[in-house]
C-alpha cells in the first residue's frame, strides 16, 4: 500500500522511558510519507525535529492547563512561547485545548474548557495566527448517551449544557469537532452480540439504521454518523467531525478480547484502505474521514490494562508489531519490514 496519497495522520504519544530520539522519529515519519501528526502537548524537541519538513501538527494543550488558558494573558502568552517561535519552520495547524475532558468529571475541567477554548482563538487573532491555527477539542465517545443506530445518536443530557455552547463556538469558528472512538471497545464488552468482522472493516452483513435506511458495513463509520446525528439534534449540520483517535491494541488482558497482533494489523490496514479510497460515511458520502490513528509507539509506561501499552505500530526500537503496509525504518536500524506477529 502507498501512503504517499493518504490522508491521515498518527498520535505520537510519549508517555514511556524507552522511545527513540526526535530526530530519529522524524526520519521515521518521513520514510513512511504519514503527512499529519497529533501530539498531547507542544513538545519543542518535537517540534524542531520536524523543522523544514511536510509534516502538518496538531498540539495540545493539557487538560490541568485549562483554568488559567481562560485568562487572555496566559493564553497569549501559550501561543508565544508554544507556537510562535516554531510556527515558521514547522506546520502547526490546529491546537487541541483539552483531551476527554468531561471523562473526568472535575467541575474545575468542564467549566473552563470552553472559556479556555476562547481565550486561545482570541490570541491566535491578536497574533495574526488564526487563519494558519484552528482551535477545538478532543471527545471520548463516553460523551454520548444513545449511538445505536446511528441516527438515535445523542449527547449525554448532563453534558449538553456544556457542549451546545462548544458546537456553536466551533460553528462560528468553522472548526471541526474531534473524537476518539474506538469499535475495540464496543467488541471488547460485548463479543457475544457484536461481529468481529463488522469492526475490523471485514466482509460482514453488516447492519442497516431503521430510521435512515442507511446500511453500515462497520462499526466506526456508523460511530462517526451517530455523532453527527447527535450534533444535529443540537441545531449544527455546519461542523465536520473528524477521529482525533482510533486504533486497536495487539496485545491485552485475559478479558480484553480481541486485543492480538492480528486484530489490529486487520482493523488498521483495513481502516488505511478506506482511507485511501476517500470513503464518507453513509450519512456524509461526500466528506472523507479524517482519522488520527493511534499510536506510532507502544508506551510502556501508560497506566491501565496492558492494552494500554499495545496501540503502537511500532515497537520502541524501530521494529513493526505487524505490517500494515507503512514500509518505514529508523535511521541506523535495519530490520524486516514485514515482520509480522513473531516480534510479539
Partial sequence: ??????????????????????????????????????????DPNVLSAFSNSDVEFIIGVRNEDL????????AQSWIQQHVQPYISQTKITCIVVGNEVFDYNL??????????????????????????????????????????????????????QYIQPILSFLSQIKSPFLINAYPFFAYKDNP????????????????????????????????????YAAIKKLGHTDIVVK????????????????????????????????????QGTPANPSVPIDIF???????????????????????????PVYNIGLQGYLPGMTFDSKSNVSNT
Fill in 107 to 160: 467541575s474545575q475541567l468542564t467549566v473552563n474548557l470552553l472559556p479556555a477554548m476562547q481565550s486561545m482563538y482570541n490570541a491566535l487573532v491578536n497574533l495574526g495566527l488564526a487563519q494558519q491555527v484552528t482551535i477545538t477539542s478532543a471527545h471520548s465517545y463516553k460523551i454520548l448517551a444513545s449511538s445505536f443506530p446511528p441516527s438515535s445518536g445523542v449527547f449525554r443530557q448532563d453534558l449538553i
Fill in 67 to 74: 483554568p488559567s488558558l481562560k485568562d487572555p494573558s496566559n
Fill in 293 to 319: 490513528v493511534f499510536a506510532l509507539f507502544n508506551e510502556n509506561l501508560k497506566p491501565g490494562p496492558v492494552s494500554e501499552r499495545n496501540y503502537g505500530l511500532y515497537y520502541p526500537d524501530g521494529n
Fill in 1 to 42: 500500500m502507498q501512503t504517499r496519497s493518504l490522508n491521515f495522520g498518527i498520535n505520537y504519544g510519549q508517555i514511556a522511558d524507552n522511545l527513540p530520539s526526535h530526530s530519529r522519529v522524524a526520519a521515521l515519519i518521513k520514510s513512511l510519507n504519514v503527512t499529519k501528526i497529533k501530539l498531547y502537548d507542544s
Fill in 243 to 278: 477521529i482525533s483517535e482510533t486504533g486497536w491494541p495487539s496485545k491485552g488482558d485475559p478479558d480484553e478480547v480481541g486485543a492480538s497482533p492480528q486484530n489490529a494489523e486487520t482493523y488498521n490496514s483495513n481502516l488505511l484502505r478506506r482511507i485511501a479510497q476517500k
Fill in 192 to 227: 457475544n452480540q457484536i461481529s468481529l468482522n463488522y469492526v475490523l472493516f471485514q466482509p460482514n452483513s453488516g447492519s442497516t439504521d431503521p430510521i435512515t435506511n442507511l446500511h453500515y458495513d462497520n462499526m466506526l463509520f456508523a460511530q462517526i454518523d451517530a455523532v
